[in-house]
């Protein structure tokens, strides 16, 4: 049976190969047997514009009993000023948590929840978004929560402190992934550091954007004619469109969002490297400027893409990937947005050992296009691949809804997407020709590199010049920087906080009066076989001269800290210095010290902004922003004046940590209040339990007490 079976199969492909022969030798049989692709004829959505300038699209779609909205409203991260650059990420967050006028975000949370219905919202560089989703039996009542939230949100205080807190969580950790240092280094350069494309939150923008701003923003910008509205789903029109003529039409115009003039210039060309010492792969990016989207050339730049480095039968997949096994990944070409320039990019992933290689293998690729831009079997294969994923990029209508919205926002004709499929099947190899000719062949990339120099194949500077780029998280801001911060200066509900905190310790008159410090302590520090209890011993003369003494079951152990060095020493050892950045930081520190911090209260040079509230455990607390000296630092003060908890980032020997302190058990010494207990945990993780045993003020310290021991 199998052998009969067999030959049926040879046969029946024998015939049919006979029958190929018989054709054309330019069309085979199954050409033949395509159909032509109907016209793409996507049914629109109804476009309605009310007095007040608010622009409304409705789109039926009967198929599931849904209806989802969305606005799109004008003015994002490109209308705030640079130095509250993150502001958007903590408005998106705290729109929707904070709730409404009538509702905290909680009691939204629940009401949604029992509905299996969505209202969210969202920030970005150009626009702001709100959105819901809902069963059709619940729209009107999800609908009213929806339009609560647009026209009344509360941007509760807790809630804008959560949202400040994750994003500065979000810092912390954004070197952690080679991609994420990638993408965010390629739009620096490829736009330039304080191009709002590629501005970075830092800890003191966040630290910078306040409630306030948050309300201000909404009320300049959550206008009616600044607002785009889409809904689709299971409804009737004009049923949907009466409701919301009676919702919006009573709503007044406002101003029309203000556009700022951004400049676009071309990355400067060269060889950038950021060092990740902790990956074996290296992500290669070649960067240069792009197009807007209506650019006569788009069409025929889509196609070279394609053609280029937008697929699996790509070149650059085809040459670096399968044939050379250089990359793990390899793609890109000239990027295009809707009102501003993209960039060209063209990305790579390969192993460290072949670095330099991949890198001359991408420009050896793009030498090969300006030579050889594209056959006439790869430009056609090209133009059926974008055909044939084009229908599945809007075989929907929420997705042709969303398009729509997208042209209406920028100003685009309304058929654009019409036609794409017209504009793309017109393209010619002579027009790709002449746009590789236009837009690549005089193009000087720059070359960004991340990964372990040490295992590269080659030095980068091979390639020339390398401009290495820090992406060290600072602290504080420098520079220009630095200054814009500092004309934040306090608020007065901060001088007002700070105040509280003297009068708390036992006055201005008592705390001034402290010179220097003396105390003895019992501290638990974690240990790999449980813990170690240590004694010890402290010492600070204001503003700059610390030691500490370890008394352990090893023997005794001092560290001593003055501008002019940092040591530490055992008797009968010597001593040895420490890193310079340990004694920076460890100086830092001590003047983050509570009753320092008082003694500088009326210092102009300090700055206090109150900040909203925090908890502490079920405490809720005033939260004071502490700036001066090159440190930031946050408080959280109760309503006694206690500071319960402070918070930074610091240096240890294992590297930079984000440190909490929690005080506790105040008690008076000499007029003086002070905390006997602090627990003090690095990145989340307990370091050390303090329980003071002993303090004295302005004691007598014998000058040698900070000198280094003779060896």
């Known amino acids: ?105 909680d009691q939204l949370d629940d009401f949604l929840e029992i509905r299996a219905a969505k209202v969210e ?42 949202a400040k807190k994750q994003l500065k969580t979000a810092i912390s950790r954004r070197n952690d992934e080679i991609g994420d240092i990638e993408s965010r280094e390629a739009l620096k350069i490829g736009y330039g550091p304080d191009n709002p494309y590629a501005r970075e939150a830092e800890y003191w923008t966040v630290d910078a954007v306040t409630r306030q ?82 650019n006569p050339d788009y069409y025929a730049i889509r196609v070279m893409n394609e053609m280029f480095g937008g697929a699996f039968a790509s070149r650059l997949f085809n040459s670096i990937r399968s044939k050379q096994g250089l990359a793990y990944s390899v793609g890109g070409g000239i990027g295009s947005s809707f009102d501003h320039p993209g960039l060209f ?73 019409e036609r794409f499929r017209a504009g793309i099947e017109k393209v010619t190899t002579a027009d790709v020709a002449r746009v590789v000719s236009k837009y690549v062949a005089d193009k000087q990339f720059a070359v960004l590199v991340v990964g372990k120099s040490e295992d590269f194949d080659q ?74 209890t240590l004694d010890t011993e402290s010492i600070a003369v204001f503003p700059d001269q610390f030691k500490t003494t370890l008394h352990a079951p090893q023997g005794e152990m001092s560290m001593v800290f003055t501008p002019k060095s940092a040591f530490i020493a055992a008797p009968g050892q010597g001593s040895q210095d420490l890193p310079e950045a340990m004694k920076e ?25 109150a900040n909203g509230t925090d908890k502490v455990g079920e405490a809720t607390t005033s939260v004071l922003e502490i700036s001066s000296e090159g440190t930031n630092t946050r408080w959280l003060v109760d309503d006694k004046g206690h500071v319960l908890r402070a918070e930074f980032k610091t240096t240890t020997p294992q590297g930079p940590v984000q440190r909490q302190v929690d ?20 990145n989340g993780e307990v370091a050390a339990t303090t329980d003071v045993k002993s303090v004295k003020f302005n004691p007598q310290i014998d000058a040698a007490t900070f000198a280094k021991p003779s060896e």
């Not at 310790?505 to 009066?513: C, P």
């Not at 000499?670 to 945990?681: E, L, N, P, Q, S």
């Open 1 to 105: 049976m199998t052998t009969l079976r067999n030959f049926i199969v040879v046969a029946i492909l024998a015939l049919f190969a006979v029958a190929c022969l018989a054709q054309d030798p330019q069309e085979s049989a199954l050409e033949k047997a395509k159909p032509t692709l109907h016209k793409f004829s996507p049914q629109q959505p109804k476009r309605i514009e009310l007095p007040n300038g608010m622009i409304i699209f409705l789109q039926e779609d009967h198929e599931l009993p849904l209806i989802n909205g969305t606005a799109r409203i004008r003015g994002g991260g490109r209308d705030i000023p640079e130095a509250k650059t993150g502001m958007m990420s903590v408005y998106g967050s705290a729109w929707r948590t904070g709730g409404t006028s009538s509702k905290t975000g």
């Open 121 to 162: 919202t969202g920030g970005g560089v150009d626009s702001t978004e709100i959105s819901m989703s809902a069963l059709k039996q619940d729209f009107d009542q999800v609908f009213d929560v929806f339009v609560d939230l647009l026209r009344n949100p509360e941007f509760r205080q807790d809630k804008v402190d959560l």
């Open 213 to 294: 701003d948050l309300i201000d923003f909404h009320k300049r910008v959550v206008q009616p004619n600044n607002i785009i509205l889409g809904i689709v789903g299971d409804f009737d029109s004009a049923a949907v469109e009466a409701k919301l003529r009676s919702a919006f039409a009573s709503w007044p115009k406002g101003p029309a969002i203000q556009e700022h003039k951004i400049d676009f210039k071309a990355p400067t060309p060269g060889t950038y490297f950021v060092e990740k010492s902790d990956v074996n792969q290296s992500a290669i990016e070649l960067i240069a400027q792009g197009i807007r989207r209506d």
């Open 345 to 417: 990019r063209i990305e790579m992933g390969t192993k460290s050992g072949a670095t330099v290689q991949a890198i001359h293998s991408l420009e050896a690729e793009i030498e090969r296009l300006k030579k050889d831009p594209g056959s006439e079997e790869e430009i056609s294969r090209a133009k059926k691949n974008i055909l044939n994923s084009f229908i599945f990029d809007f075989d929907s209508k929420d997705k042709i809804l969303a398009e729509r919205m997208a042209y209406e926002f920028y100003g685009y004709p309304a058929d654009y997407l």
């Open 459 to 532: 030095p980068l500077n091979t390639l020339g010049q390398v401009h290495t780029i820090d992406v060290t998280i600072p602290d504080e801001p420098a520079g220009a920087n630095a200054a814009a911060v500092k004309s934040e200066g306090s608020n007065l509900e901060g001088k007002a906080l700070i105040a509280k905190v003297v009068q708390a310790m036992g006055g201005k008159e008592k705390v001034d009066s402290v010179k220097s410090v003396s105390s003895t302590a019992s501290q638990v520090r974690p240990a790999p076989q449980g813990s170690i």
């Open 585 to 609: 930081s460890a100086l830092k520190d001590s003047k983050r010290d509570p009753l320092f911090v008082a003694q500088h209260a009326d210092d102009p040079s300090f700055s206090f902004r």
């Open 663 to 682: 005080y506790s058990d105040y008690r008076p010494v000499d007029g003086i209040t002070v905390a006997f207990k602090r627990v003090t945990k690095d």
